[in-house]
């Protein structure tokens, strides 16, 4: 049986502006969550910006710590 996804809500344009803001590209970026202890490669993490794939609470984790950021940033206008 074959299962469609349902697209949800996408925070990918807030994890792209984010990452932006501190004028990093996403294989810096995941470079630096790796030093870290996240196994994330670049390609997972444009699918996280892009929305065809949902961030992992352990990147999330990371993200919140390296951005200095609240969680809201990470939902900003998804409400």
């Known amino acids: 049986m074959e ?3 349902r697209r949800d809500r996408c925070m990918g344009d807030n994890l792209r502006r984010l990452r932006l803001e501190r004028e990093l590209s996403q ?3 995941c470079a630096e969550l790796q030093r870290r202890g996240c196994d994330i490669g670049r390609t ?3 699918k996280y910006e ?3 794939l949902n ?3 352990s990147v999330l984790l990371e993200l919140r710590k390296l951005y200095d950021c609240s969680y809201d940033e990470f939902f900003a ?3």
């Open 3 to 5: 299962q469609k996804l």
């Open 27 to 29: 294989e810096k970026l």
């Open 44 to 46: 997972t993490y444009a």
């Open 50 to 52: 892009s929305g065809e």
């Open 55 to 57: 961030i992992r609470v």
């Open 77 to 79: 206008g998804l409400s």
